[in-house]
């Protein structure tokens, strides 16, 4: 009862689908392998069927002796002796001349194995061929057996598969879509502070389109909540300039314009209190977005470790296949992408908190790289990603941060750069510190972008056709300094860029 309340409230879209899905997989899974059950009993009673009638070899010498003598009982004793063995139904012998025979059964199935016997008789001379024995098997029986497990298995499997999708269905409900729909109720409930101050036709919510799931009201809801903010933040500066027009009249017309310079004051009030509403809103929907990326973040993990397993083991099953490996390389690629934006997100909440420690330890920064570069090598199919290394350097750091740092530095350098030019990854030592640099011939950094290429979430002009959040190159300088180290940026506009990371060895003496 807990689980069909947790569903029946609200239907879940996406938890349908998942649902759904399961239980096509399912049935399909389920279907070849009661096939490949039933084909395996299929041939397990074929072959108890064959054994049965080679053990009808052992009563053809007594049957033989019998036609020798023309013993009818014997030989019908025999023949009935055959047709109650399990799944016989007839027997019967023929001389070899065909003036003499004898049957026993009848043949009551549609399908039937026939196998002939040759009656061969020795006595105290050589063998003499008598004549032959035909014994009829059913095989109906055995395909009645057949269709009675199937139906069982179907059955069984079916009841099974539709309990895991209720119970999937439920938990979904409850872990994700709830937490969806409560977010979507906070917006909401922001909205109508914000039409206090906007006109009456902007605060009027869009249409609801038809369709779609709670991911897409949750997205229209903050599309129309921005829409709403611009709205306002637009009023606000209107407001702004009209007070400071309206105060250079007032130092001309002070003594005729006194009432109009006080309700300028009042007007000056309330402005600054929609100003402080809408900081306080903002402020707000940061710390909702902070959230929902965190549950996005963890949610998600488990979702995409499975696709990922999955994909490999698609893998081992369709490797001669060229296409259906080329598509599970684009679906490893997009996980791959998906993880690493997820662990940017999570590091980018660990440090807004400010609760994140470093794990240090040895770390051949070489060998890190080393395997960096091959990661990228496989990300980006085709391009020229070089690591220049004079040996093992080793520094006391984290080391799944500096995963971080240097895969979102080979991200951006090939990203930024066109795919005939190679990106070089180097990796020197300069006495008690360590040098990491990032090179790229691309299409550089303009001089007003360097000094805000590390803030959060800014992107420059050159960056409206690549994809990203703004969120790397905030998040390297963040753990940069966490080491204590430095980062320069060196870039050319249409020339390249170094990006030069600068660690100490021993993080303690750092300090």
């Known amino acids: 009862m807990g689980l069909l309340r947790s569903i029946s409230p609200v239907r879940s879209r996406i938890a349908i689908r998942l649902a759904l899905l399961i239980i096509a ?19 397990q009673q074929r072959d108890d069927l064959d054994r049965q009638l080679d053990q009808v070899q052992v009563l053809l010498p007594s049957l033989a002796a019998s036609v020798w003598t023309f013993n009818d009982r014997q030989i019908l004793l025999g023949l009935r002796a055959v047709v109650n063995l399990p799944n016989i139904e007839r027997a019967s012998i023929a001389t070899l001349a065909g003036d ?33 024995m035909e014994v009829t098997a059913s095989l109906d029986s055995i395909y009645r057996r057949l269709l009675s497990r199937a139906v069982t298995l179907l059955l069984s499997n079916g009841v099974k598969t539709f309990l895991v999708a209720l119970l999937i269905l439920a938990l979904f409900r409850r872990l994700v879509t709830s937490r969806l729909e409560a977010l979507e109720a906070r917006i909401s409930n922001l909205l109508p502070g914000l039409s206090l101050f906007l006109p009456r036709e902007a605060s009027v919510p869009p249409s609801e389109p038809k369709g779609g799931d709670e991911i897409d009201r949750l997205e229209r809801g903050f599309d129309h909540m921005t829409g709403q903010l611009r709205q306002a933040v637009t009023e606000l500066q209107d407001s702004a300039a009209s007070l400071r027009d309206a105060n250079g009249e007032l130092d001309i017309r002070v003594r005729r314009r006194t009432a109009e310079l006080e309700a300028a004051n009042h007007s000056l009030v309330e402005a600054k ?19 929902f990326l965190s549950m996005v973040s963890h949610e998600f993990r488990l979702p995409l470790s ?3 397993a999955s994909s490999q083991l698609l893998g081992l099953f369709t490797r001669h296949d060229a296409v259906a490996q080329e598509e599970l390389a684009k679906i490893t690629r997009a996980v ?17 908190a400010g609760i994140m420690t470093l794990g240090l330890a040895p770390v051949d920064l070489s060998v890190l790289a080393e395997e960096l570069c091959g990661e990228a090598r496989q990300v980006f199919a085709g391009r020229d990603i070089v690591l220049r290394t004079g040996g093992k350097v080793v520094l006391e ?26 990106v070089e990854l180097v990796v020197i030592e300069d006495g008690d510190a360590v ?56 870039s050319q506009p249409g020339q390249g860029t170094t990006v030069s990371v600068r660690l100490p060895r021993s993080y303690a003496q750092s300090r």
């Open 336 to 352: 791959g992408r998906m993880s690493g934006l997820m662990t940017i997100c999570l590091a980018d909440e660990r440090l807004e």
């Open 435 to 490: 040098i990491l640099s990032v090179v790229d011939r691309g299409i550089g950094i303009a001089s007003d972008d360097r000094d805000r290429i590390f803030e959060k979430y800014y992107r420059s002009n050159a960056a409206d056709g690549v994809h990203g959040a703004g969120l790397g190159l905030h998040i390297v300088s963040q753990i940069v300094d966490l080491h204590a180290g430095t980062i320069e940026i060196d």
């Open 100 to 132: 003499n025979s004898w049957s026993e059964g009848e043949s009551r199935s549609t399908s039937v194995v026939t196998r002939n016997y040759s009656l061969v008789y020795g006595g105290r001379g050589p063998d003499q061929r008598l004549g032959s």
């Open 25 to 43: 997989v399912s049935s399909v899974m389920t279907l070849f392998i009661t096939m490949a059950q039933l084909l395996s009993d299929y041939h």
């Open 397 to 422: 750091a984290d080391a799944s941060l500096l995963r971080i740092v240097i895969s979102n530095l080979l991200d951006n350098a090939v990203k930024f750069s066109t795919p005939d030019r190679a």
């Open 273 to 291: 209190k929609v100003a402080e509403d809408a900081a306080e809103t903002e402020r707000q929907i940061r710390r909702e977005q902070r959230n």
């Open 306 to 308: 499975i696709i990922a």
